[in-house]
Structures are given as structure tokens and as C-alpha cells.
T-cell receptor, first 112, second 110 residues
Framework: DVKVTQSSRYLVKRTGEKVFLECVQD?????MFWYRQDPGLGLRLIYF???????EKGDIPEGYSVSREKKERFSLILESASTNQTSMYLC???????????FGPGTRLTVT | SQQGEEDPQALSIQEGENATMNCSYK?????LQWYRQNSGRGLVHLIL?????REKHSGRLRVTLDTSKKSSSLLITASRAADTASYFC??????????FGQGTRLTINP
């Protein structure tokens, strides 16, 4: 009954490394999202995508990029990881009305 | 931007008691959703209530919506240890983008 999967549950990277976080959904949803979650700040939207090859910045896109080459896959890229990008990253997809959102299990990224 | 604000930020009760969490918002909505997040896990959709609905039930969950006060509440009855989690309300912003509050951290004590 898996709906949204993320490539890693835990990831440790060094400062300056390029990091790829993968997200796959099996519900044929057009809309996919990347969030980060930090204590005291709640969920913040990084990027989202309405369609293949389409992307739009969320509230905190700086330091991130995304790729949506196939409908089921939405990748988050940290071009040069920094310690302030240590966080929990959550991927989600959303269906049509009434817009119920399905989340992946999250990736806890630590940048040292 | 539109965002729900949950209240209280943290709640600790004894197993078997009822837990009530509130969400307030500022602009008009089409629907409001509640999610749960267990520690270290992703979010799970609990319930959606539309703007023309006043109350909705799902098992031990009861959600109310008062659009005149721009507020919603989530009631969990007969709480269990497994209900320990963070609870978020979420609102649609713009075209199909959900915006979350910071959540209420609920702890159920045995």
C-alpha cells in the first residue's frame, strides 16, 4: 500500500557535496512538493511541481533545485550542501479535489 | 501568506482522557485538513472538512469548523499511547498548495 517513497531515510553528507533526494509516487498525481521541517519552524515549502518539467519556487528555494523528468519522480538537489541544510526533508504529492496530500516517510539529512 | 496556527503548542494528558487541539486562520478557505506526524516519520492525512461542513467524524476523531470565527478544532476521544504525535492543520493556498501550521505536540501519559 506504499504511495510515496523517498530514496533514503537517513543521509550524512559533507559540506560542499552535491546531494540528491529522490521521491517517487505511484498514484499518477500531477502535483508534487518538497518540504523541510525544522524544530520550531514547522513545515516549509521548498519547491513544487505541477507537471513534468515544470517547477515553481516555494517559500525557501535558496540553495536548492529540483528536477521532474517523469511524472512519478520529483528530485530535490542540493548543489553544494551546507550545515544549515541539516534537516528533515519530506516529499508529498497531491491528488485532485479535495486535494488530499500524501507524504513520504522523510529523509533526515545531516551535513557535517 | 495563509497559514493555520495551532493551539496549544504542546499538550500532555493521561491515557483515556480526551484531547482537543485548535487551529485558527485568517482568510477564507475551501477546506481545512488535519494531519498527524509520529516522531521521525512522515505526515499522515487524518481528515478533511469542507467549508460548508460544521462537523466531521472519523473513528475517535471529531473535527469541527467555524468559518465565522475562522477556527477549527480536532478532538481525540479516549486517547491512547499510540496517539502521541504532532498534529497539524493545513490550508490550501493558491492553486493546490498546502500550507501547514507549526503543529501541536500531543503526549499521552500511561
Amino acid at each position: 500500500d506504499v504511495k510515496v517513497t523517498q530514496s533514503s531515510r537517513y543521509l550524512v553528507k559533507r559540506t560542499g557535496e552535491k546531494v540528491f533526494l529522490e521521491c517517487v509516487q505511484d498514484m499518477d498525481h500531477e502535483n508534487m512538493f518538497w518540504y523541510r521541517q525544522d524544530p520550531g519552524l514547522g513545515l516549509r515549502l521548498i519547491y513544487f511541481s505541477y507537471d513534468v518539467k515544470m517547477k515553481e519556487k516555494g517559500d525557501i528555494p535558496e540553495g536548492y533545485s529540483v528536477s521532474r523528468e517523469k511524472k512519478e519522480r520529483f528530485s530535490l538537489i542540493l548543489e553544494s550542501a551546507s550545515t544549515n541544510q541539516t534537516s528533515m526533508y519530506l516529499c508529498a504529492s497531491i491528488g485532485t479535489v479535495p486535494y488530499e496530500q500524501y507524504f513520504g516517510p522523510g529523509t533526515r539529512l545531516t551535513v557535517t | 501568506s495563509q497559514q493555520g496556527e495551532e493551539d496549544p503548542q504542546a499538550l500532555s494528558i493521561q491515557e483515556g482522557e480526551n484531547a482537543t487541539m485548535n487551529c485558527s486562520y485568517k482568510t477564507s478557505i475551501n477546506n481545512l485538513q488535519w494531519y498527524r506526524q509520529n516522531s521521525g516519520r512522515g505526515l499522515v492525512h487524518l481528515i478533511l472538512i469542507r467549508s460548508n461542513e460544521r462537523e466531521k467524524h472519523s473513528g475517535r476523531l471529531r473535527v469541527t469548523l467555524d468559518t465565522s470565527k475562522k477556527s477549527s478544532s480536532l478532538l481525540i476521544t479516549a486517547s491512547r499511547a499510540a496517539d502521541t504525535a504532532s498534529y497539524f492543520c493545513a490550508l490550501i493556498q493558491g492553486a493546490q498548495k498546502l500550507v501547514f501550521g507549526q503543529g501541536t505536540r500531543l503526549t499521552i501519559n500511561p
